[in-house]
């Protein structure tokens, strides 16, 4: 891990007047598997300005490429920060770390060669760009959990869902998302089919 990012990830101290949070992640058993106990968080460098684009571009490749299972989830910490401006208070968004991206991923051939092919990567942060996954001390200022989520089903298996605002709706498992806990599904909206994203809590497998 660079000197960059150790510095910035023990900078808190200097935001007296900044409230720092972030998202929880979860990684999640698919199709009653465990969950992949090889999956870590690495930090990938970017072009300056590229940081959503980067994280835009990976997860389409993640679902084209049905990486679902091996590249889990891409963050951009953010943190809320208090502006005083004009004697007014006012909370905005700001970048924890510009330039850098977290990838929770199992680092195979395949994975490293995806993400470091993004556009805009220019690299993975460690030792001769060498990817070093971040440690738990390092994990903890940002917020990041791994708690464990079993599900028995997967993608192009049909779920029901119990719960919600879609609750009595059926249908087959478009795409999971990792990190939020959601399984996609597509309804009928208006005469027409829409993709809808659904809790793993709000939904249970249709045995065939």
Not at 56 to 83: A, C, F, G, S, Y
């Amino acid at each position: 891990m660079s000197e960059e990012m150790e510095k910035d990830l023990v900078s808190d101290e200097n935001l007296s007047d900044a409230d720092t949070s972030a998202e929880n992640v979860a990684d999640t058993e698919n199709a009653g598997a465990s969950a992949n106990e090889n999956a870590h968080w690495y930090v990938v460098h970017t072009y300056s300005g590229y940081e959503n684009k980067v994280k835009d571009n990976l997860e389409k490749t993640i679902e084209n490429r049905h990486l679902e299972n091996q590249i889990l989830e891409v963050r951009i910490p953010l943190q809320d920060v208090v502006e005083v401006k004009n004697g007014a208070h006012k909370k905005v968004q700001r970048k924890m770390f510009p330039g850098y991206v977290l990838v929770n991923m199992d680092m195979n051939d395949e994975t490293w060669y995806v993400v470091r092919n993004t556009r805009g990567v220019t690299g993975f942060v460690g030792p001769g760009s060498k990817p070093v996954p971040l440690t738990d001390a390092e994990i903890k200022p940002l917020g990041i959990k791994t708690d464990t989520v079993s599900v028995n089903f997967g993608v192009g298996d049909e779920i029901a869902v119990i719960a919600g605002v879609w609750k009595d709706t059926a249908g087959v498992v478009q795409r999971m998302d990792f990190g939020k806990q959601t399984a996609t599904i597509n309804v009928d909206l208006f005469g027409r089919e829409t993709p809808v994203e659904i809790s793993f809590a709000e939904v249970r497998k249709i045995d065939s």
